[in-house]
């Protein structure tokens, strides 16, 4: 069982920038889809960021866009989120989800399409 634990979460000034950790035991990463999501209270998960296996390809967020790089090392079991220029409506808890396999682009922001989740780490930005 493949299980995901995030770190790197904390309380920043809007403008700044936050490093996100998603580190994986029990499975080979190295065939995990991996991908980021948010979610505030009362809002539904929110897609951040999509991986394939090799982090040849990426998907973005429109609202992350141009501010967030999702990359990976496959030798740390490990996925990252750079999250930079940091505002207040990025306040939620990140969310690393894995799926064992490769998703087409359309698929790639479905929450329901990943099998593993992390606990989720919070991300407060304030103005």
């Known amino acids: 069982q493949v299980q995901l634990v995030e770190s790197g979460g904390g309380s920043v000034q809007a403008g700044k920038s936050l490093r996100l950790s998603c580190t994986a035991s029990?499975?080979?990463?190295?065939?995990?889809?991996m991908a980021w999501f948010r979610q505030t209270p009362g809002k539904e998960r929110e897609f951040v960021a999509h991986?394939?296996?090799?982090?040849?390809?990426?998907y973005y967020g429109d609202s992350v866009k141009g501010r967030f790089t999702i990359s990976r090392d496959n030798d740390k079991n490990t996925a990252y989120i750079q999250m930079n220029n940091l505002k207040s409506e990025d306040t939620a808890v990140y969310y690393c989800a894995g799926f064992p396999g490769l998703l087409i682009e359309q698929a790639a922001p479905m929450p329901t399409k990943y099998r593993y989740w992390g606990q989720g780490t919070q991300v407060t930005v304030s103005s």
């Open positions: 991986i394939n296996w090799s982090g040849t390809t990426t």
């Open positions: 029990g499975g080979t990463f190295n065939r995990l889809t």
